[in-house]
């Protein structure tokens, strides 16, 4: 079995022997609001002027956020559009 992460909060997808089968294995949920900025890093907020949702990152990918358009650019940070 491969260690996952843990300090940055990864864990193995699954119960099944495939599930620990090495770092590709080991996830991240992101709350929304936050995203993976660099691989293996844990879940870090998106900043003013961009959203994203609730998502789940594999170990040592990253994820994406999206900028807000200009015009609600000026408050603070949102886990999604309303």
Request: aromatic share 8%; net charge positive; hydrophobic share 30%.
């Amino acid at each position: 079995c491969t260690a996952c992460a843990t300090g940055n909060k990864y864990y193995n997808s699954g119960t099944a022997a495939a599930n620990h089968a090495g770092v590709g294995s080991c996830v991240v949920s992101c709350a929304a609001g936050t995203y993976v900025a660099s691989g293996g890093a844990a879940c870090t907020s998106v900043g003013t002027g961009y959203y994203r949702a609730a998502h789940t990152v594999a170990q040592g990918s990253t994820s994406t956020r999206t900028q807000c358009p200009a015009n609600y650019r000026a408050g603070a940070a949102t886990g999604a559009e309303s």
